[in-house]
């Protein structure tokens, strides 16, 4: 919920351009079982972006193909959900993330963007309080320390922040993250010279940016064109 690792792409020999079938082959090799089915789903939600087709001549048709970065997206999504059991919402953050960071570079354009996002909010609507509940109780129990308590208090205020039954408040976040995770070995230097939890402060700040995304997006973005 909170982390997940990525490929490490310097190992993974690319080429420029893969056509769906080398994309799906060449996930199998790596032992990512993929079906076409889930590759076109994946393009209709987002999760993936369009092919660049090449015309081949009058008569001869074209041919689709996606760039490298496209392919070890592919890859990343594919671990996220065979290894970490990320749900389709949750794999939405990667093409986010790719585009926020370098933009068109990695491989990600805002119409793919866009969709990513409505698929995310989407399914953030369907997500169950079980469901949420069941996943941050299993992200706390790797993030608490030895001597942990208050862990309740901490998977309700989770739980509700994350389906938004509860508005999104980073001190009581920390409040409550205080006397649970106490063995982080990641510190954050706060602008103030304060040393705190670097695992706490994601947790405090994540969960308020999530849902100002949740309803920036319903309240404006889903409306701008791409231009703006």
């Known amino acids: 919920m909170f982390n997940s690792n990525a490929l490490q792409f310097q190992v993974v020999p690319l080429q420029n351009w893969y056509e769906k079938s080398e994309m799906l082959e060449t996930a199998q090799t790596y032992g990512f079982p993929v079906t076409e089915a889930l ?10 972006g369009q092919a660049h087709r090449a015309w081949l001549g009058r008569g001869r ?9 496209q392919f070890t997206l592919f890859l990343e999504l594919l671990r996220g959900r065979q290894q970490h059991k990320l749900r389709i919402g949750q794999l939405c953050a990667f093409p986010v993330w790719r585009w926020i960071y370098w933009g068109e570079l990695g491989g990600v354009c805002l119409p793919h963007v866009r969709r990513a996002m409505g698929t995310w909010v989407t399914s953030v609507r369907k997500t169950s309080p079980a469901t949420e509940r069941r996943e941050v109780r299993c992200a706390i129990e790797q993030l608490q320390g030895r001597q942990a308590s208050g862990k309740r208090d901490l998977i309700n205020a ?3 922040m994350g389906t938004f039954a509860k508005e999104a408040d980073s001190d009581l976040l ?19 010279g304060e040393i705190r939890s670097g695992d706490i402060e994601l947790i405090a700040r994540m969960y308020p940016v999530r849902l100002k995304a949740f309803q920036s ?3 404006q973005i889903a409306h701008l064109p791409d231009s703006v």
């Open 61 to 69: 048709g074209s041919l689709a193909a996606w760039p490298s970065a």
């Open 217 to 219: 997006y319903e309240q």
């Open 158 to 160: 989770l739980t509700q």
């Open 174 to 192: 920390r409040y409550l993250l205080a006397p649970v995770v106490t063995d982080s070995p990641v510190r954050s230097h706060m602008s103030n």
């Open 39 to 48: 590759f076109d789903d994946w393009i209709e939600r987002g999760l993936l």
